[in-house]
């Protein structure tokens, strides 16, 4: 039998053959997908069509309310793999096993303030989720890529998101904090000040979720089989090194791919590009916390790495993509309250209103206490208790026996059921408490501005720049000038120069007067050189991405030769060229393109390359997409590697005259390798003096 044209309203399907039969979700089989059952071919439509009607109904309850915050996120799966066990500080079972052990874990990567839809590259936190399937439970570390957060207690949350997310009134801005509602909770929130350091610092607008940092932020507890205690703050630090964008960058990768951090990821795992982090734990005893300048519970301030080194423990390899982004980056629930035996709680007050959240929140979106039982969520050891029944349960007791005490067992022919365990089971670390009952903030969280002074202290100067025109530009945007005039007055208790900047910057016509602070600053915090990116540079090209654009009468020895180095260098290649056919080389060669030139700006790339024959070079040089190609890469300070033939398109570009040690010519002698050795750098910031006004 001919298969017909559905579209074109024919009703005989071709039976495929055995298991493939569409069928209903209750498992009839399926005549017809694609025509409602009618009256005649014209209608009317029949309720009585069940077929139609539930596909229908499915597509109607198709969403879940997306996550209130973090709503755009995404995940996959790898291992934690153990290299250096502490048996001594933590029964926890992925960190106290053998050498080498291996736990399964699946991190979900996020923005925080933008809705689902909202692009990758918004100045934002982002969240660095992990879930650890344990052979003792489910254990998350529901983390962020900054170690600090912008409010002390859970109360003030709602109030911050409130402000951060579009306004009630008009719905907008989306996924920005350019705005007045944002800096108005920020100027009047003093404890925000070390948060607000980090975000307008390029740690906001990470280069790919694979070159950030992760951090649990708060202080949790160690706790070893003697149920001796000791505090721990996680690391999570890229194998990959750390790497930002620029903020101009930014801007216009949400125009030419607003899934840029997304299709990052699933490319690189796909291409077995498998990211790595190690876990590293800061470990601290009573006796350092109470020396500490800083309250240990408080989750604005860090604990500098060169005071309490980073310990790595362990290695995190993320190396499948999710088979279904629904049922299982949309559907994953994380829980603070997630923890396993030898891992505990402290009485951070952030901590523990979020170990309340978390729990809620998972209720309403994913509509039921049964959330456990989707695979994503499901623990991945024997589950043994008696909750029962609830929406949409897969799991209940088997039995009679579903309550405790029974005095079912022995004899009776019926199983008792599962029996709590003190020797294993969990125990809460014994921790003395006492107090008055009352709201109140303690007096050791009352510097607000130490730590904002030292994370700033700790840039290198362009970070520093990065920092002033960000905040500059964020409160460009913030239309009321007591807003910003009081954010000045914060920045002075930060730093002076800063604050001039800054001010100059706003164009203000005098400096405001500095907020009182809560508590006199310590103005004499060392620098902390962990905190800067460009200071840990990864000094190589492995994972990065070279855009080479390449057009009719390219040498083929030069392109050949770079190719090789990228590939040698574990770099990635993208072919960019007029046509999406590609570009004829020198040797008569047709070299396939990945991507048309007004496609694939210089912003999607690491470093770029342009090499064409003398014609094309001509050619392109009043070709707007070519000329933007090379003018962007040169302001944002990027490698360029080109071929004399393509001097007309740098010329046009108004870059030729200002060419540095940051543009190669790759037919030179030894070029190709010139340019690879600087790639490594990622960026040429010098050139930063000549692009910035
Ligand atoms: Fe969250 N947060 N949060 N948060 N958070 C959520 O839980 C909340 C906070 C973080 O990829 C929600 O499942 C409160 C700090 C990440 O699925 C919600 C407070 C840190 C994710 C919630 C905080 C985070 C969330 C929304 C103040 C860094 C995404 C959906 C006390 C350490 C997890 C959900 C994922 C998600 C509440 C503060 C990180 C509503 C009340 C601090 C990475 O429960």
Request: net charge negative; glycine share 8%; with cysteine.
């Amino acid at each position: 039998m001919q298969r017909l044209d559905l579209s074109k309203g024919g009703a005989n399907h071709q039976k495929p053959e055995g298991d493939a039969v569409m069928t209903t979700a209750q498992g009839a089989p399926v005549s017809d997908d694609q025509n409602w059952l009618k009256a005649g071919a014209r209608g009317p439509s029949l309720l009585e069509d069940q077929v139609a009607r539930e596909k229908i109904f499915h597509f109607d309850h198709e969403r879940i309310p997306e996550r209130v915050v973090h709503a755009r996120g995404y995940g996959v799966h790898g291992t934690f793999e153990l290299t250096d066990p502490i048996p001594d500080l933590t029964r926890a079972a992925p960190l106290s096993g053998e050498k080498g052990k291996k736990t399964p874990v699946f991190v979900r990567f996020s923005t925080v303030a933008g809705n689902k839809g909202s692009p990758d590259l918004a100045r934002d936190v982002r969240g660095f989720a992990v879930k650890f399937y344990t052979e003792e439970g489910n254990w998350d570390i529901v983390g962020n890529n900054i170690p600090v957060f912008f409010i002390q207690d859970a109360m003030k949350f709602p109030d911050l998101i409130h402000a951060a997310k579009s306004a009630p009134d008009r719905g907008f801005p989306q996924a920005q904090t350019a705005h007045d509602n944002f800096w108005d909770f920020i100027s009047l929130s003093p404890e925000a000040m070390h948060m607000v350091m980090w975000i307008m610092s390029d740690r906001a607008i990470p280069r790919s979720f694979r070159f950030m940092e992760g951090f649990g932020v708060h202080t949790f507890r160690f706790v070893n089989d003697k149920g001796q205690a000791h505090f721990v703050k996680f690391h999570w630090k890229p194998r990959q090194g750390l790497q930002s964008v620029l903020w101009n960058e930014a801007v216009k990768i949400n125009g030419a791919d607003p899934d840029y951090h997304r299709r990052d990821m699933w490319a690189a795992i796909e291409a077995g590009d498998f990211p790595q982090w190690d876990l590293g734990v800061q470990v601290f005893d009573d006796d350092f916390a109470e020396r500490f300048d800083f309250d240990v519970l408080d989750a604005t301030k860090i604990i500098p790495e060169e005071l309490v080194p980073v310990r790595r423990i362990g290695t995190m390899t993320l190396d499948a993509n999710v088979d279904n982004f629904f049922a299982e980056t949309e559907q994953v629930a994380f829980c603070t309250q997630n923890v396993v035996p030898g891992i505990d709680f402290t009485e951070d007050p952030l901590l523990q209103g979020r170990n309340f959240s978390y729990l809620d929140t998972q209720l309403k979106r994913l509509g039921g206490p049964n959330f456990t039982h989707i695979p994503v969520n499901a623990p991945r050891c024997p589950v043994r208790h008696f909750q029962q029944d609830g929406h949409m349960a897969m799991h209940n007791p088997t039995g009679r026996a579903n309550y405790e005490p029974n005095s079912w067992g022995e004899g009776t022919g019926e199983e008792r059921g599962p029996r709590a365990c003190p020797m294993r089971g969990f125990v809460s670390h014994e921790v003395v408490v006492q107090g008055v009952k009352q709201r109140e903030r303690s007096e050791t969280f009352a510097d607000h501005y130490s730590q904002a002074r030292q994370f700033y202290i700790s840039q290198t100067a362009v970070e520093q720049r990065h920092m002033v025109d960000a905040l500059t530009f964020e409160l460009s945007k913030v239309g009321r000038m007591d807003i910003r005039q009081r954010m000045v007055g914060h920045v002075r208790n930060i730093d002076e120069d800063f604050a001039g900047a800054l001010a100059a910057g706003l164009g203000l016509a005098q400096m405001p007067e500095p907020v009182a602070p809560a508590r006199a600053p310590i103005a004499d915090l060392p620098p902390s050189p962990a905190l800067s990116i460009q200071a840990n540079g990864p000094g190589k090209f492995a994972s990065r991405k070279l855009g080479l654009y390449l057009a009719d009468g390219a040498d083929a020895r030069v392109v050949q030769a770079l190719l090789a180095a990228v590939k040698k260098a574990g770099g990635m290649v993208e072919i960019i060229a007029p046509h999406i056919a590609g570009a004829w080389l020198s040797d008569g060669s047709l070299v396939e393109a990945d991507q048309k030139i007004d496609g694939a700006p210089s912003v999607l790339y690491d470093c770029v390359a342009i090499v064409m024959g003398k014609e094309a070079g001509q050619r392109f040089n009043a070709d707007k997409p070519s000329l933007d190609f090379a003018s962007d890469a040169f302001a944002h300070a990027k490698f360029i590697g080109y071929v004399p033939q393509v001097l007309p398109i740098l010329e046009c570009a108004a870059i030729a005259k200002w060419m540095d040690d940051g543009c190669v010519d790759l037919a030179a002698e030894g070029g190709v390798d010139t340019f690879m050795t600087r790639c490594a750098g990622l960026r040429h910031w010098d050139r930063e003096a000549v692009t910035r006004a």
